[in-house]
């Protein structure tokens, strides 16, 4: 995990962890890169089994356990040098927020990319 992550969800630097990454997709494009992370040690023995989500949303896992709480949502402009290279781009907004169930903790952060805004923009006629 990255320095940046680590110090979200209160590891130390280095930690291992369960990595993520994921598009969104939406009339047959991706509009959204997910990347969730969360502590290795804190994921051995919570029964969530997160590395056998296959296609399964982890939002709907997320939002559905009502044991989770969230944390405040962070925006920024999501450094290009954290993306995939086949979507990087300057001054992408992205969000993160760090979902707690006792011991286990998940940061979320999903970078809306250019086809969203593209398809936001578009005429409804277009679609």
Known sequence: MRADECAALDLTEGSEGWVREVYLRG???????????????ALQGDGLHMDE????????LLFC?????????EVCHYPPAWLPSEV????????????????LSVLVAE?????????????????
Do not use: C
């Open 27 to 41: 009339h047959g494009e991706a509009l959204v890169f997910a990347r969730s992370v969360a502590a290795r040690s």
């Open 53 to 60: 989500l296959g296609s399964r949303s982890l939002g709907e």
């Open 65 to 73: 356990d009502q044991a989770f709480e969230r944390r405040a949502i």
């Open 88 to 103: 990087r781009a300057p001054e992408l907004w992205g969000r993160r927020s760090r979902f707690d169930r006792g011991a």
């Open 111 to 127: 970078i809306f990319l250019p086809t969203l805004w593209n398809a936001a923009r578009a005429q409804p006629e277009d679609r």
